[in-house]
């Protein structure tokens, strides 16, 4: 007869001495924490432990792991890129212990065996924790519904066509509607295509001098306005992706305001760099949405600081070398993020714009509670996901050292403060940096 | 009111819908129909009191039940029914629909039995001539002949319409016979629901009196009477419901989700079904609980009441406004 796993069995780790960072309930203190198994299952100002293992977190910080709710995992599809594995691992290095992938595989996610398949190729690599987007229209098409109510009992977390809006509108009021039916989270790419046309960058000065067709900041806040409208009409839970101008960030302002069931998230690079990083011709500046004035970078800021941006997301699309060195007009749209998630979103606390609590927030419970995802606590019997870093340490971007397979990022070199350590998931260190 | 003329008289010339009927007039639909049930199962079925009348059955839109359904009815009656498939003759030649209705007046007949695939169009047919006109249909707006047998098929088993909870699953957006079902409910006292994703539910339909539910569980709770409708094929493939699949797991009618309905709760569907879509067939061919083939019985007698009162009326002279 086999015995019983008892409490004491669970391997324990205790993080001492530690700053402890959870947003959630407001917590900023030296304390320890303990976890036993998967579980945290202390967190006091001064805890002893007989048989854990120790780690000194003097000088650290120690918060929830970070939860990426906007990645590309390239897999199934286009695995030379990236796939469940890369992306684990650069995950891990940048402290991130949940993400949610995008349904833009190939195949996409639009059916219940592609779902089922990525959250077996999660289990067997183990890394960050990773859920998936199923796509809100069949082959991301944006002309008909999707078995949302079979996916999401599935998996799905959310509804979504990836990096292409949701066009049409009458479709877009029937994706909101039925997913309204089954209380789902649609999230939207905001930018009206019968407007950005074949636009690669802002509409600006930068390109007018580079000659380059131009994407206006009204075709975002117009997808985002008239999704609005049909979410008052809908009541359905909308979460609009990346937000990169002032207007749009202003129409979510007032949503959230009237009380719409409404919720955003930016990247870094919309608050970290404006349309300037493009300068001659970088294709890893190219992004969509493309990057912005000064102004609206400001803007994105101050939506952040005041709340109205409820999330910061990595935005993580890997390019390999053949979709980046192209000429401008023939480039892919994206930019790698995961392992500069956090040292970017902390410039907002080096910078003086937020607490270092509230950048957290942004990076963790945030995201979870849009998403509704056990994540991004530290309290006693939550899921022990957890990222130990250094915030004040110096260090310079090299894309050369990602574990991501591709290294499409403007970053390379930029120098930056705030390094993690350690990242934890279910209790289990899927990353230590070394020195 | 005219003297002689009792409480129930039928005070229309029309039968346009149930929105507008009192009880007593639905009441006597009811009463008449479920006589006509018995006539109906003798061997013997026909009587004369129309005979010589002239009945044409004018369908702008298919329909094999309901057009063999009126046929009958009228047979049964002794009077002459013409069938026009209007929907490859004149529509086809681009004649109007009032032209149409002129073209057929002209004939002189009693009465018009009339389906057409646009809202409101059976009313304006009806203004342009000097029959009856029994609508047999008109887009998403009424069908009441169908909501009547249906409440004759209800109360013949249960006894009663009054104090019902009746849920209506499935396309109420798109569905005539919901909104003649929903009035005609409410005029007799029942409790109306209606379970749909929200794709298949119209705005305000709460107005109508109704209670909306979008989840089956919920929905069907202790309800007396499922009344199952039509998904039509072109709604299934992503337009309003994302596939056939999915809709029979959270929509389809199956004994999982009768069980949250009352153990005596009887099934209604109006015809043709798509079994596996919005309905099993283990559960549609329930010889105790599914009320579907009786619903094609009472059918007949329920068209033969009107054409009577209708036809009737006319005759009297008593047929104000």
Known sequence: MKGRITAEDLPRLLIRGVRLLDPQSGLDATGDLLIEGERIAAVAGALAAADAQVVEGEGLCLAPGLVDMRVQLREPGAEHMESIESGGRAAAAGGVTTMAALPNTEPPVDNVSV?????????????????????????????????????????????????????????????????RTFDLLVVQHPQEPSLSGAGEVNEGETATRLGLAAIPPAAEVIMVERDLRLVAITGARYHAAHLSTAVAVEAIRRAKAQGLPVTCDTAPPYFALNETAIGDYRTFAKLSPPLRSEWDRR??????????????????????QDSKRLPFSSAAFGIVGLETLLPLSLELYHNGHMSLLDVIARLTCNPARVLRLPAGRLAQGAPADLVLFDPDREW???????????????????????????????GRTIFRQEG | MQAGVCDSAFRHRHLLGIEG?????????????????ELNRQAEKKRSLLRGRTIINCFFENSTRTRTSFEVAGKRLGADVINMAVAVSSMVKGETLIDTAMTLNAMQPDVLVVRHPESGAVQLLSEKVDCAVVNAGDGSHEHPTQALLDALTIRRRKGRLQG????????????????????????????????????????????????AFHDMGAGLADVDIVMMLRLQSERMHGSFVPSTREYFHFYGLDYDKLRAAKPDALIMHPGPMNRGVEIGSEVADDIDRSLIRAQVEIGVAVRMACLEILARDLGDGSSAP
């Open chain 1, 396 to 426: 310079r971007v090299s894309t050369e050292e990602f574990r991501s397979k591709s290294k499409n990022a403007p970053f390379d070199g930029r120098p930056v403060r705030g390094r993690v350590v350690r990242t934890i998931v279910d």
């Open chain 1, 115 to 179: 779902v089922e398949f990525l959250a077996r190729r999660a289990r067997e690599v183990r890394l960050a924790k990773i859920h998936t987007y199923a796509a809100a229209t069949t082959g991301l098409a944006g002309k008909q519904l999707t078995e949302m109510g079979l996916l999401a009992a599935n998996g799905a977390i959310g509804f979504t066509d990836g990096v292409k809006a949701i066009g049409d509108a009458l479709i877009m009021r029937r994706v909101l509607s039925y997913a």
């Open chain 2, 164 to 211: 019902l909870t009746v849920a209506i699953c499935g396309d109420i957006l798109h569905s005539r016979v919901a909104r003649s079902n929903i009035a005609l409910l409410n005029t007799m006292g029942a409790r109306v629901r209606v379970v749909a994703p929200r794709t298949l539910l119209p705005a305000e339909i709460e107005r109508l009196g109704v209670e």
């Open chain 1, 299 to 320: 803007a994105v800021v101050e939506g952040l600081r005041d709340g109205t941006v409820d999330a910061i997301a990595s935005d993580h699309a890997p390019w390999d």
């Open chain 2, 21 to 37: 009927l009192s009880p007593a007039e639905i009441e006597r639909f009811l009463d008449l129909a479920d006589g006509y049930v």
